[in-house]
């Protein structure tokens, strides 16, 4: 891993005067909480590749193999924790308004650490489901189940009986087949939460990209808005990306040892709350 000198620096500064600031996470700021990355060694079960069972073609060539599979991810994702990069962005969009998430991830993780930093303001906070109201999952998520027949969404965290067709989970309201709602190869995003993870790709001053590989569309060209709209990219990653050319700073780390490092630690002054200075 090596990074020019004076990037973690350059890196906070950019961070610290940034109006408005999109993050965009992937895989690898939960492959330290302990989630297997995709495209990593991990990635492969009984040597499927992700791409083999992440499809509406496999869920109806057969339903009870990918559900055992997401089984698997769920039963492994439940023993997992959000770690402090987790913890340092959902304290950070605690502290500040203008400060967006989008995760390709479908672990949850984000959430459960939006939950955990709120924790001690929960007596004036009402609303307890949707932390902040900006964390956008790209993806989806595994603890939530969709209806494959009348397409009802619910939480569902329940452990899964894949040994048949018989035992997978049904619709409450139906009896269709449940399906974990995440996107899969081949399916379109929420257009609702592409059109906002966009409109703050445009307005953000900076894109903080932290653990993804950047192969994924739509997902990486959101830090591509950024830049094409006059605004910096940062690039938190271990390794080199696509992105990592036409990012104005990329540092080779892990997201636990400089999320927590570069993540500014008070609201930017003089800036009143909801305020953007790209817009
Ligand atoms: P990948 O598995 O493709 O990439 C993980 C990235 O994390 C790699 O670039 C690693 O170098 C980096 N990484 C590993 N350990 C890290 C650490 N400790 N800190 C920071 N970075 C680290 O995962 P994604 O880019 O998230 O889509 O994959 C994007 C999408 O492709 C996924 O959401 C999924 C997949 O197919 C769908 O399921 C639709």
């Known amino acids: 891993m090596t990074s020019?000198?004076?990037e973690r620096e350059r890196a906070r500064d950019l961070l610290a005067s940034a109006g408005r600031v999109l993050i965009l996470t992937g895989a690898g700021i939960s492959a330290e909480s302990g989630v297997p990355t995709f495209r990593g060694a991990s990635g492969l079960w009984r040597n499927f590749r992700p791409e083999e069972l992440a499809t509406p073609e496999a869920f109806v060539r057969d339903a009870r193999l990918v559900w055992e599979w997401y089984g698997m991810r769920r039963e492994a994702i439940s023993r997992c924790e959000p770690n402090v990069a987790h913890l340092a962005i959902a304290e950070w969009q605690l502290r500040d308004t203008n400060v967006g998430l989008a995760t390709q991830n479908v672990d949850?993780?984000?959430?459960?650490?939006?939950?955990?930093?709120r924790r001690p303001h929960a007596a004036s906070d009402a609303d307890g489901s949707e932390p902040h109201g900006r964390l956008l999952e790209l993806h989806g998520a595994i603890f939530r189940s969709m209806c494959a027949s009348c397409g009802i969404r619910s939480d569902h965290r329940e452990p899964i009986d894949a040994s048949s067709l018989a035992t997978l989970p049904r619709c409450s309201s139906c009896a269709g087949l449940l399906r974990p709602d995440v996107v899969w190869f081949g399916e379109s995003l929420d257009p609702i939460i592409l059109e906002r993870a966009f409109r703050w790709a445009e307005e953000a001053d900076v894109c903080l990209v932290v653990g993804t590989s950047a192969v994924v569309q739509p997902?990486?060209?959101?830090?591509?808005?950024?830049?094409?709209?006059?605004?910096?990219?940062?690039?938190?990653?271990p390794e080199r990306t696509p992105l990592t050319s036409v990012a104005t700073v990329s540092i080779r780390d892990t997201a636990t040892s400089m999320v927590p490092a570069i993540v500014p630690t008070l609201p930017p002054?003089?800036?009143?709350?909801?305020s953007a200075s790209k817009i």
């Open 219 to 237: 997902a990486a060209s959101l830090a591509t808005v950024t830049r094409d709209t006059g605004g910096a990219i940062i690039e938190v990653n």
């Open 4 to 6: 020019r000198p004076g």
């Open 108 to 117: 949850g993780l984000h959430a459960d650490a939006a939950r955990t930093a």
């Open 269 to 274: 002054s003089g800036r009143p709350p909801g």
